[in-house]
């Protein structure tokens, strides 16, 4: 089964609007990472996010990870219709297994102009 | 190469025929992951490599599937008997591990397969 789960599964917003997802996850992490997918094909890797960390950013994203909840979320500010895509959140349980990413079911963005 | 390179990007094939599918790594990359995409849905792990050696090959659905990596590089996705459930985009990724570290991947673009 899908270690994350995003929420929304589909969102729908304006130029210049803020878009949030979330995700939330099971087991212990060593990291969670979000990446980014355009017309169903390869992904591009975003952010990572390590399980000691609270939050960081890198241009316009803002990622929070909450290790108590098991929740992270995905902040884009000011959006873009390039910005259109599918996100997924993706953790790496670390220890034997580091290296290997279980991906959620993603969040499908639209960003109109 | 510059990334992660995949052929074919599409395949059409016929239930109960062999498909092999090829991923070129980043030069360097010692561990390479395969995954399946069905439409609309999440990543499904299938296999992981670290060099040449396959230590989680859980997320094979059947016998029908096996993979090989050979030289530490290129990987060969094999379906025998192709059925039309396995119809779906196959990814593969590559990442330079470090221990304790983070492991970011980069992915190919994918290889469409259609099973008639």
């Known amino acids: 089964s899908q270690q994350g789960e995003e929420d929304p599964q589909a969102l729908s917003i304006q130029e210049g609007e803020n878009a949030t997802m979330n995700c939330s996850y099971k087991?212990?992490?060593?990291?969670l990472q979000w990446y980014r997918q355009n017309s169903g094909r390869g992904l591009v890797h975003l952010i990572l996010i390590r399980s000691n960390e609270r939050e960081k950013h890198s241009g316009r994203l803002r990622v929070t990870l909450d290790t108590s909840k098991k929740s992270s979320s995905l902040l884009i500010t000011a959006s873009r219709a390039a910005d259109t895509a599918s996100y997924f959140c993706a953790t790496d349980a670390g220890g034997t297994s580091y290296g290997k990413l279980t991906f959620g079911q993603g969040t499908i963005l639209t960003v109109h102009p | 190469g510059a990334g992660v390179s995949q052929s074919p990007s599409n395949k059409v094939t016929e239930k109960g025929k062999d498909v092999e599918l090829r991923c070129d790594p980043i030069?360097?990359?010692?561990?390479l992951y395969w995954y399946r995409q069905s439409l609309g849905q999440g990543l499904e792990f299938l296999i992981y490599?670290?060099?040449?050696?396959?230590?989680?090959k859980s997320g094979l659905p059947s016998d029908r599937f096996s993979a090989e990596r050979t030289g530490g590089s290129v990987s060969t996705l094999t379906i025998q008997r192709t059925q039309q459930e396995d119809s779906a985009v196959y990814l593969c990724a590559s990442s330079l591990v470090r221990s304790r570290g983070s492991n970011i991947q980069y992915f190919g673009a994918g290889t469409r397969l259609s099973v008639l």
């Open positions: 087991t212990s992490i060593n990291n």
């Open positions: 490599f670290q060099g040449n050696s396959a230590p989680d």
């Open positions: 030069s360097g990359h010692t561990a």
